[in-house]
């Protein structure tokens, strides 16, 4: 069964968005819906991925140019995929991301009500969750001319869309 979303872009126009689907975790440009980064960040919103598949990054290339304010790049990176050998599982592969010894001394700041664990790094526009199990991603905002650090609004569309990310994960 597929399920299509009308979504209303900002001027009220409706368009029928792809069809949600479960996330694929050997394509990054599954982790998140064009409509969902166009919602949180503006758009246009266009997606390149990091490499053939499997590939572990996708770049959602936000506004008509990117490189320009307000437009922006959002990077969502797989960090642990079922089978990884640096990791018995996705939570021991966030853990170890963010353990100080590794992390060289970045702040990072533990979240609840996401996933089965998730930090954010309010310095720098990033989050890093433990979807389940099985599956680990990072999202980094970075606004084009601007500081990458983490604004309350950055903030909450980064878990929107996380959370969104968890759902379609489990």
Request: overall charge positive; glycine content about 10%.
């Given at each position: 069964?597929?399920t299509?979303?009308?979504?209303?872009?900002?001027?009220?126009?409706?368009?029928?968005?792809?069809?949600?689907?479960?996330v694929?975790a050997?394509d990054?440009?599954?982790?998140?819906?064009?409509s969902?980064v166009?919602?949180?960040?503006?758009?246009?919103?266009?997606?390149?991925r990091g490499?053939p598949?499997?590939t572990?990054v996708?770049?959602?290339l936000?506004?008509?140019?990117?490189?320009?304010?307000?437009?922006?790049?959002?990077t969502?990176?797989?960090?642990?995929?079922?089978?990884?050998?640096?990791?018995?599982?996705?939570?021991?592969?966030?853990?170890?991301?963010?353990?100080p010894d590794?992390?060289g001394?970045?702040?990072?700041?533990a979240?609840?009500?996401?996933?089965?664990d998730?930090?954010?790094?309010?310095?720098d526009?990033?989050?890093?969750?433990?979807?389940?199990?099985?599956?680990?991603?990072?999202?980094l905002?970075?606004?084009?001319?601007?500081?990458?650090?983490?604004?309350?609004?950055?903030?909450?569309?980064?878990?929107?869309?996380?959370?969104?990310?968890?759902?379609?994960?489990?």
């Amino acid at each position: 069964m597929l399920t299509f979303l009308v979504a209303a872009d900002r001027t009220g126009t409706a368009a029928l968005a792809a069809p949600t689907k479960r996330v694929d975790a050997k394509d990054a440009c599954t982790l998140l819906g064009v409509s969902k980064v166009q919602r949180a960040f503006g758009g246009p919103v266009k997606t390149q991925r990091g490499g053939p598949l499997p590939t572990a990054v996708c770049y959602y290339l936000v506004g008509t140019d990117p490189a320009r304010a307000p437009g922006g790049t959002l990077t969502a990176t797989i960090e642990y995929r079922k089978g990884d050998r640096d990791a018995t599982n996705a939570i021991e592969a966030v853990e170890r991301v963010v353990d100080p010894d590794v992390a060289g001394g970045v702040e990072v700041e533990a979240l609840g009500g996401v996933g089965k664990d998730a930090y954010v790094y309010p310095d720098d526009g990033q989050l890093i969750v433990a979807a389940t199990r099985t599956l680990a991603f990072r999202l980094l905002w970075a606004p084009a001319g601007q500081s990458a650090a983490l604004t309350p609004e950055t903030r909450r569309a980064l878990l929107r869309l996380a959370k969104d990310t968890v759902k379609r994960a489990s």
